[in-house]
C-alpha cells in the first residue's frame, strides 16, 4: 500500500486513507469521508495530514472512529498488527 492509496480497515471495513503526519512523517489511517466533527486537514498533492481545530470539511483519524480500535496495538517499531487470537499466541 502507497502512502495517500485509500483502503479499506482490516476490521470494520470503513475505507481510509493512508497519510504521513506533516512534522514526524508517521502514517496513519484518516476517515476517508469528512465530517464536522474531523480535526484533520489533508493534503493529498503532499500526501500529508495536519492536525488542526475541529470544523466542517475535516477528517478523522480512523483510530478514533474504529469499532475495533481497541483490539489494535504498536508492535515495537514494525507498524501496527490485528487482534490476537483466543488463546493469546501471535
Known amino acids: 500500500m502507497t502512502i495517500s492509496s ?5 476490521s470494520c471495513g470503513a475505507k481510509v486513507l493512508w497519510l504521513k503526519h506533516e ?3 508517521k502514517p496513519a489511517p ?3 469521508t469528512a465530517s464536522d466533527a474531523g480535526n484533520i486537514e489533508i493534503d ?3 500526501r ?3 492536525n488542526v481545530g475541529k470544523g ?3 477528517h478523522t483519524n480512523h483510530f478514533q472512529t474504529c469499532p475495533s480500535a481497541d ?11 490485528g ?3 483466543p488463546q493469546g499466541r501471535e
Open 6 to 10: 485509500w483502503s479499506n480497515c482490516r
Open 23 to 25: 512534522k514526524t512523517g
Open 56 to 58: 466542517p470539511g475535516r
Open 71 to 81: 483490539v489494535w496495538k504498536r508492535h515495537g517499531g514494525s507498524g501496527m498488527r
Open 30 to 32: 484518516i476517515d476517508f
Open 83 to 85: 487482534p490476537r487470537n
Open 44 to 46: 493529498l498533492a503532499k
Open 48 to 50: 500529508i495530514y495536519r
